[in-house]
């Protein structure tokens, strides 16, 4: 089946660590996109990426920090200058192709607390 | 700026009444339009999108919504709610052209089915 994983579903760490939550997808999809999501917030972008070695800063993109060195993997890793880090986190990918807005496919999340 | 503004963080209907699930967005160029569903814990599955043509877009599990470009509005409607339908639902937007840089998202409406 074709989908995206995201690992671990739930990570605790304590505070001053870093700590990368892995993405992957089978579905062929050049786009990667990771969201952070709080109480009430919505999804708000953090980085993503259209093709491979490529990728752009979203909305709140500080105290984080991403690769994309193969097609299928787009980890993220939550630095220690991320001041607010507990969140659920969400990795989508879609179709990409300029001009044109694809539907986006979500894994079903980590949720990362820090203490 | 764009924006998507979901009215009501909570909307409560009984079962087998009409749901009716309000979004409107603002911007500069035609939207594409999206809502999406979320059950605890999980990551969004997509309902329905609005791309171009026909403005009354049907999704699953008897869902549909309404383009209405005079009102920039894309209202999320079932005719007869179940208990499953409850969860947070989410509308989201990608301009044409920058859409592939990342949906922006509403801050979600959290659906109480009552028995």
């Known amino acids: 089946d074709g989908g995206i994983t995201q690992s671990p579903k739930y990570l605790f760490r304590k505070e001053g660590q870093n700590v990368t939550l892995s993405c992957e997808q089978n579905l062929n999809h050049d786009a990667m996109y990771w969201y952070r999501q709080d109480p009430g917030q919505g999804l708000r972008l953090i980085y993503y990426s259209q093709i491979v070695n490529d990728f752009q800063k979203g909305d709140i993109a500080e105290g984080y920090s991403v690769s994309r060195e193969k097609k299928e993997s787009f980890p993220l890793t939550v630095t220690s200058a991320q001041k607010n880090p507990t969140a659920f986190y969400l990795c989508?990918?879609?179709?990409?192709?300029?001009?044109?807005?694809?539907?986006?496919?979500f894994g079903p999340g980590t949720r990362l607390t820090v203490t | 700026a764009q924006s998507v503004t979901q009215l009501g963080s909570h909307v409560s209907v009984s079962e087998g009444a009409l749901v009716l699930l309000r979004c409107n967005y603002s911007?500069?160029?035609?939207?594409?339009l999206f809502w999406y569903v979320q059950y605890p814990n999980q990551g969004l599955q997509l309902l329905l999108k609005?791309?171009?043509?026909?403005?009354l877009v049907k999704g699953i599990n008897g869902f549909e919504a309404e383009f209405k470009k005079s009102e920039t509005s894309f209202h999320l409607t079932k005719p007869s709610a179940h208990m499953s339908d409850a969860a947070e639902y989410f509308c989201?937007?990608?301009?044409?052209?920058?859409?592939?840089?990342?949906?922006?998202f509403g801050k979600g409406t959290h659906l109480i089915i009552q028995p």
């Open positions: 609005y791309t171009t043509g026909a403005t």
């Open positions: 911007s500069s160029v035609p939207p594409y």
């Open positions: 989201a937007f990608g301009e044409g052209g920058g859409g592939a840089d990342g949906l922006t």
């Open positions: 989508a990918s879609s179709i990409y192709q300029p001009g044109q807005s694809y539907e986006q496919y």
